[in-house]
């Protein structure tokens, strides 16, 4: 076998995660009150638009979340036995091997030709010149004489077919499962998609899809032959490790999530109905956590958890295993520390509940605590759980930024937007400015965040019973 597979803790958390979703879309499907309330999530399109964005987002999540060891070149010694590289990579860094093997020296700008700063060059007729020498990799096919953009239009000439021939064959698509379902003919199910008048938004989830197989054509026609995004200090691609920056976000704003909704849910739902010495006790706890500079203790358990990773060096047979740790580790404390507020939300919520009519109805009958938490309070307050959890994500996922802005984020090791963006700040103050690293990071990351922004809103507006029966 010429690669090794390899689960790291996230990746299992991950596939994890998959699995769950898989399992509420199903259960929801089943549910007639969840069936109409995803449909009118669906009904908007720019939650139609903003959910394509987060699912090319978690495509590429995903796939840079299937790691491997390559096997390393047979020696002499035909019997000798199989050694495998200890470099994790995964199956997006094999979809990206041009980018992520092509590194230059130093900076370079977008579709560059020469290093971004001069160095000291041996001239053609003899002695010494100070100029920007060539690239090594990015614009290597080019003479002096040729011109770029009349090359990178030659390149470019074909993205738009092959962008209209993916979203084209999703229509086709999309369009028989319609007609079987409303039994009309495919050609009336394709004017209804285009005009915008089916019951969901598909419309805009085509366009979102024509943009990214557009974008996706793109970095496969030049990203061989340039540096589209521009390499950064120890040249390394922007547009690469802007891709696997992704998968980094992604984890912090889905595992810290669910690290923290069952303390949040069991506490504060406990909280609420049981009250007394129980309800004070959360109460107390959830109070001093508050209390407490968020920052400073994030920073606290990182240094302490970074300690016990740096004196247990055997418990790792990777740098990628070691840096998968903190992590993990980060997660977690992100979300031991950032759910008071659903806490409070639930509480809230349960106090309200628990004197309601059916509440009464069935603890009169009988009914024992266990079952009336399960059956009558948790599923209303679950509009609150889930609208919570999609407008926390993007908080999460500009939480990573800030904390490896200020070097208590991931590990140094692991590419991350606040690690792009930590690299970038010193180069700011350089004339001219080596804008590219930051740019990339912050476009990306608005792009993930405003969607899930979006999402959250739609989801909102069609979960909490308050705003339907305003109505």
């Known amino acids: 076998m010429s690669i ?31 069936r109409e309330a995803w449909l009118r999530v669906g009904e908007h399109p720019a939650a139609m638009a903003s959910a394509s964005i987060l699912l090319v987002f978690a495509l590429i999540g995903l796939l840079d979340s299937l790691h491997y060891r390559p096997q390393l070149p ?62 090594q990799y990015g614009a290597r096919h080019l003479q002096d004489g040729d011109s770029l953009p009349a090359d990178v239009a030659m390149r470019l000439a074909w993205t738009p077919l092959a962008a209209l021939a993916v979203s084209g064959c999703a229509l086709l698509a999309l369009a028989l499962i319609m007609a079987r379902g409303r039994a009309c003919r495919p050609g009336e199910a394709i ?24 974008l996706t054509a793109a970095v496969a026609a030049l990203g061989p032959h340039y540096h589209m995004l ?17 998968r980094t976000g992604l984890v912090i704003g889905t595992l810290t999530t669910l690290i923290m909704l069952p303390f949040a849910a069991a506490l504060g739902i406990a909280a609420g109905y049981l009250g007394g010495w129980v309800d004070d006790l959360i109460q107390y706890i959830y109070t001093v956590l508050n209390s407490i500079p968020s920052v ?29 740790a903190r992590l993990l580790a980060l997660c977690a404390i992100l979300g031991i520390t950032s759910w008071t507020n659903l806490c409070r939300l639930l509480r809230g919520e349960t106090l309200k509940l628990r004197e309601l009519d059916y509440v009464q109805a069935a603890r009169a009958f009988g009914a024992s605590t266990p079952v009336i938490l399960r059956r009558h309070i948790l599923p209303n307050v679950m509009h609150i759980v889930l609208i919570t959890v999609v407008m926390d994500f993007s908080g999460l996922v500009l939480a990573e930024a800030v904390l490896s802005y200020v070097g208590i984020g ?37 792009l993930l965040v405003l969607a899930a922004n979006l999402l959250a809103d739609a989801v909102r507006d ?10």
């Not at 004017?191 to 557009?214: D, K, N, Q, Y």
């Not at 400073?296 to 790792?316: E, K, N, R």
């Not at 692991?414 to 930051?438: C, D, H, K, Q, Y």
């Open 74 to 135: 047979p020696g002499k010694d035909a019997a000798a036995k199989t050694v495998y590289s200890s470099e994790v990579l995964s199956a997006l860094d094999a979809l990206l091997a041009p980018l992520r093997a092509q590194t230059e020296k130093t900076y370079s700008a977008p579709f560059a030709r020469r290093l971004f700063q001069r160095e000291t060059m041996e001239a053609p007729g003899g002695g010494q010149t100070r100029d920007f020498p060539r690239l």
């Open 462 to 471: 069609a979960f909490d019973p308050r705003l339907r029966r305003g109505r």
């Open 230 to 246: 521009g390499t950064d200090k120890v040249g390394q691609d922007v547009l690469y490790l802007s891709l696997k920056s992704i």
């Open 410 to 446: 991931v590990d140094p090791s692991t590419i991350s937007f606040g690690s792009m963006i930590n690299m970038a700040r010193a180069e700011l103050a350089r004339e001219p400015v080596v804008w590219w690293s930051l740019v990339s990071a912050f476009v990306f990351m608005l």
């Open 191 to 214: 004017r209804l998609i285009l005009a915008g008048r089916t019951a969901l938004a598909w419309r805009s989830a085509l366009i979102v899809l024509f943009a990214a197989a557009l």
């Open 296 to 324: 400073l203790l994030i920073a606290a358990s990182v240094l302490m958890m970074q300690v016990m990773i740096d004196t247990h060096p055997q418990w790792f047979d990777t740098a990628a295993q070691r840096s998968d």
């Open 4 to 34: 090794q597979p390899v689960l790291l803790p996230t990746d299992l958390l991950v596939f994890i995660l998959v699995l769950c979703a898989a399992a509420l879309a199903v259960h929801a499907r089943r549910q007639p009150p969840l």
